[in-house]
């Protein structure tokens, strides 16, 4: 018996029919979140398709109620309509009603990228791309919004044939010290073995920011490779959670393009200040900075390992980063903070705690000042998006 479209046996649980690509890292990611979610709801049955559409007679006769997938030119939907069932598209490409599509802000991923290099006083900067590929045009735009007239930029072409080469010829010609941002984690590793082949010191001379965060990739790097997280995982949970919510309860989203914003920057020693800063003294106060993060309370705490006056300090720490020593301080303390409220369920006490502030009167006007918002406002703006129930 053939069941009515987008219908299932009764007593039968919800059929998802999951197609994501795995030969690359953040469809590996999408995969991974995809996997947690449904590890923790057991009452979906689920065929897994790693490469290309399955059939849709095949997907019909198991009686599929929902379709998640990374739909895009090569791996296009428009088969899978037909079905009439629910569909959660992952990819960034504009697809046809109904199709709802939950996806990364790529010029966000762009803009991070900015921030945190200037932040760490890059000044000139870099951008490495692939060419014709819209996502990478998106990490390029919010990469260059900030910084339009001081970025180097290479798009890599389809054809690897002659990567080596171009890359050689480009990476050899950039000022140093510059910030290098690319497009993703592979195209980062590439680039820092030739750094490697042609003696151009990482992070002294490049600092090398990767994109994704994929972990064993960045963790085989030499040096390991920083990276902005593109929240693929989380991506992935999000539009499961609609993909259910429509299927059980009907539930129409509105509006029909869910964007999830970047996260923070993974830091690793690709980027790491100690290592890129040449004055020795300074290098020592950044590594006690880190070490002593959640004692320290002022730039006077800092004379302790620096043997100049607090002026010469300002002077020196100023040169090599272009910031002073406490705003160095009051920068190290934010990422801490905003770590802890998007990573942990810890109270503000506790977080206060962990970071040198003195009770959670201290953490939420510190945290205003700087961030302009309350950690509660903060932590409830990063919030999964959950789908409501009828």
Known sequence: MELPKGQTLPGKLPRIAVILPTTFGYGRALQAGSMVWLAE????????????TPPVDMLRKWGVTGILGHFRPSAPVDP??????????????????PVITVCCDHEGLGRQAA??????GVRNFAYLGLEGLSFSQQRQAGFQKKFPTQCAVLNLPKDMSHWLDLLKDWVLSLPQPCGVFCVGDNEARILLTLCRTYGIRVPEDLLVLGCNNERDVCASCHPTLSSVRAQARKIARTGLKWLTAMIQNGLKPNPRKIVIPSGPVEERGSTDLIFAVTDPQISAVLQFIQKHHHEIMGVEDLLTVYPGSRR???QRFRKA????????????KINLIKKALRDTEDTLSEIANKCGLSGPGALGNFFRKHQGLSPQAFRKKLSRSLPRQK
């Open 321 to 332: 980063l272009g910031r002073t020593p406490l705003e160095e301080i009051h920068r190290i």
């Open 80 to 97: 899978l309509l037909q079905l009439q069932v629910p569909i959660v598209n992952l990819s960034s490409q504009p697809q046809p009603a």
């Open 115 to 120: 921030t945190y290099l200037f932040d760490r």
């Open 41 to 52: 709801h057991p009452a979906h049955e689920v065929l897994w398709f790693q490469e290309g």
């Open 312 to 314: 010469s300090l300002e």
